[in-house]
Nanobody
Framework: QVQLVESGGGLVQAGGSLRLSCEASGRSFSNYAMGWFRQAPGKEREFVVAISRSGSSTYSAGSVKGRFTISRDNAKNTVYLQMNSLRPEDTALYYC????????????????????WGQGTQVTVSS
């Protein structure tokens, strides 16, 4: 069982930056590939960015490529999402998720690949 707790959300002006954190409980964090997803009001939840177990591989959605960066610290059981050049369309509830993975280098982009989800942290970007 893994419990995920996100933090770092808030209100920021367009062009600004935020760093989200997601801390996982348990001692097997390094067995999980991690991802960030988001859900804007009235829209379905969508993939944002993912990282492999080892941190050697990452993959970003086209809408955030070059602006958002995912990283992880397995010693701290934490995954981060650095968001730069934020836009009003980035406004959403951001979720982190964990996917048990046999491979240390595979990233997972589909929601149904993820076993555990956090409660989400709100990011609001004003224009």
């Amino acid at each position: 069982q893994v419990q995920l707790v996100e933090s770092g959300g808030g209100l920021v002006q367009a062009g600004g930056s935020l760093r989200l954190s997601c801390e996982a409980s348990g001692r097997s964090f390094s067995n999980y590939a991690m991802g960030w997803f988001r859900q804007a009001p009235g829209k379905e939840r969508e993939f944002v960015v993912a990282i492999s177990r080892s941190g050697s591989s990452t993959y970003s959605a086209g809408s955030v490529k070059g602006r958002f960066t995912i990283s992880r610290d397995n010693a701290k059981n934490t995954v981060y999402l650095q968001m730069n050049s934020l836009r009003p369309e980035d406004t959403a509830l951001y979720y982190c998720a964990a996917a048990l993975s046999l491979s240390v280098s595979t990233v997972k982009t589909l929601q149904n690949q993820y076993n555990y989800w956090g409660q989400g942290t709100q990011v609001t970007v004003s224009s």
